[in-house]
């Protein structure tokens, strides 16, 4: 099987962004999906501001579709995530219920991915890369726009998944004092 081209990933873009058809953006956009998550994470990276075009997008199934693809190729490639990181954020407001919630829903999911990185690096290395810091400031730009969300008035579904990414935040924050006593009074015992 062939590798995976630019040109071919950058003319499924083109389709995706300016086809008429409704179905042949979706079928570009699922192929570009499938092109990036199996590509390398440096190819994925350079067509980050192609991807970040569709957000524009009058069709909600496309601008829900990016955002499930953001989510693919985001946590793959995620030293240049940053570039994507905007039309996330942009998408918590989308007038469609559907996209926002799906926004939340992949935000979760990076929040909790470089959470975990930044833990690990830090543990290992007892420092963290610049790329992470630098996505780490988008994530906490995020949590303050979930939290809004939360707290304002709007569709019940939305605000569901602000509330459970809410509860999220609060238990990878919380330690558990049992455990930590736990552990530490078997550590000693030996």
Not at 92 to 113: E, H, M, P, W, Y
Not at 168 to 182: A, G, H, Q, R, W
Request: net charge negative; with cysteine.
């Amino acid at each position: 099987m062939a590798v995976p081209s630019r040109d071919q990933a950058l003319s499924l873009l083109a389709a995706a962004n300016n086809h008429g058809d409704l179905a042949v953006k979706l079928s570009s956009l699922k192929q570009v999906r499938g092109i990036l998550s199996s590509a390398d994470p440096s190819l994925a990276a350079e067509l980050f501001p192609y991807l970040v075009e569709l957000q524009f997008s009058p069709e909600t199934l496309v601008r829900k579709s990016l955002i499930e693809t953001i989510e693919d190729v985001g946590l793959k490639a995620k030293e240049h995530s940053y570039i994507i990181m905007p039309v996330l954020l942009a998408f918590l407001r989308d007038s469609n219920s559907t996209v926002a919630k799906q926004s939340i829903v992949t935000g979760t999911n990076f929040f909790c991915c470089f959470l975990e990185d930044i833990a690990s690096q830090f543990h290992w290395n007892r420092k963290v890369e610049r790329w992470l810091e630098e996505l780490w400031t988008w994530m906490v730009r995020f949590k303050d726009a979930v939290f809004s969300i939360a707290l304002e008035p709007g569709f019940v579904g939305t605000k569901l998944l602000a509330l459970k990414f809410l509860e999220i935040y609060v238990l990878l924050f919380t330690s558990d004092t049992n455990d930590s006593e736990k552990f530490t009074t078997e550590g000693t015992a030996f």
